[in-house]
């Protein structure tokens, strides 16, 4: 059985293997760095690509001096669950026996083991593919201006965190670490990638969306919209790559606390976005330093969606 299927380790166990600190930097991977981005660092394996999610948190496309323990062990153990569960939808871009993997490699930290993917080497889509089902966040700032998101004409009277009578696909570019992604419309999306490949990964987007919504339903949370990002190889095949459905890419609510008007509390960074906005910083770097508590709270979020979703 590989490793990364949801009966491998239940949320408990994970827990357990959670770092008492924060895990920033990796200077001992023995591979070459290929890439870092706002969380994960990429690792050249030759054949194939080593994916390590750190600890590091970023709000509004800044990286916070302060991590939080074991939120990459998270991340990446949650993606692996919905690969699985999703894995009839589409491929994704993990080799398929990943301890095996891991052991020819070497690689035999378990900290390092909990947070890192090891993937096919693909080409990345140049956009992001964002599907909504609630108005809230850009979407809700967008409407509030223009009553549209990403060109789209939404009814008017809609309130904020509301449900839209059916999901929508609003994609962004992908901006640089330290940059802005824009959002854009269908005809951008189209010139940027093709139309018949941005046909797809739209269909793709909303498919996988609404399997992620019943299922997260179902562990009594709103999945309220998410990111995917896509690559092909180099016949032209499509896979789900990166991270999927995470509390990093996604925004759950408590299903129980739902109610439309306000913004929902969330199973996301948004307790730290919160505090940011509070202190009045100008979302520029350095950011300010996160309190013990904002630290303690937000892994408690992280981990409470995973407790959901895995049981």
């Given at each position: 059985m590989r490793w990364w299927r949801p009966s491998f380790m239940n949320s408990a166990k994970i827990s357990t293997a959670l770092p008492a600190a924060a895990v920033t930097r990796f200077d001992s991977v023995p591979f070459p760095l290929l890439a870092s981005g706002k969380v994960r660092e990429i690792f050249d394996l030759g054949d194939a690509l080593l994916l390590v999610a750190s600890d590091r948190l970023s709000a509004f496309d800044?990286?916070?001096?302060?991590?939080?323990?074991?939120?990459g062990i998270i991340l990446t153990q949650m993606s692996n669950w919905w690969f699985a569960q999703t894995q009839h939808l589409i491929a994704n871009h993990l080799l398929p026996d990943q301890a095996g993997e891991f052991a020819r490699r070497g690689i035999t930290d378990r900290d390092l083991q909990l947070r890192s993917m090891i993937v096919?080497?693909?080409?990345?889509?140049?956009?992001?593919?964002v599907a909504r089902g609630y108005l809230i966040g850009s979407g809700w700032s967008s409407y509030q201006k223009t009553g549209t998101v990403c060109g789209l004409r939404l009814p008017a009277g809609l309130r904020q965190a509301d449900q839209l009578a059916a999901p929508i696909f609003t994609p962004t570019t992908k901006a640089p670490k330290g940059q802005h992604d824009e959002p854009i419309d269908d005809a951008q999306g189209a010139a940027t990638i093709g139309a018949a490949l941005y046909e797809k990964v739209k269909s793709l987007s909303l498919t996988l969306y609404q399997f992620g919504h019943d299922r997260a339903k179902?562990?009594?949370?709103i999945l309220a919209d998410t990111k995917f990002e896509f690559g092909t190889d180099a016949a032209g095949n499509l896979?789900?790559?990166?991270?999927?459905?995470?509390?990093?890419?996604?925004?759950?609510?408590?299903?129980?606390?739902?109610?439309?008007?306000?913004s929902p509390p969330s199973f996301d960074k948004q307790f730290v976005?919160?505090?940011?906005?509070?202190?009045?910083?100008?979302q520029t770097p350095p950011a300010p330093r996160l309190p013990t508590e904002v630290i303690t709270r937000t892994q408690e979020k992280y981990l409470a969606a995973l407790r959901n979703l895995l049981g």
């Open positions: 800044v990286i916070l001096p302060d991590g939080i323990p074991g939120k096919r080497k693909l080409t990345p889509l140049t956009i992001e593919c179902k562990a009594g949370m896979f789900l790559i990166d991270e999927v459905l995470t509390p990093d890419s996604s925004r759950y609510w408590p299903a129980d606390s739902y109610t439309p008007g306000i976005r919160d505090h940011l906005v509070a202190l009045k910083w100008n």
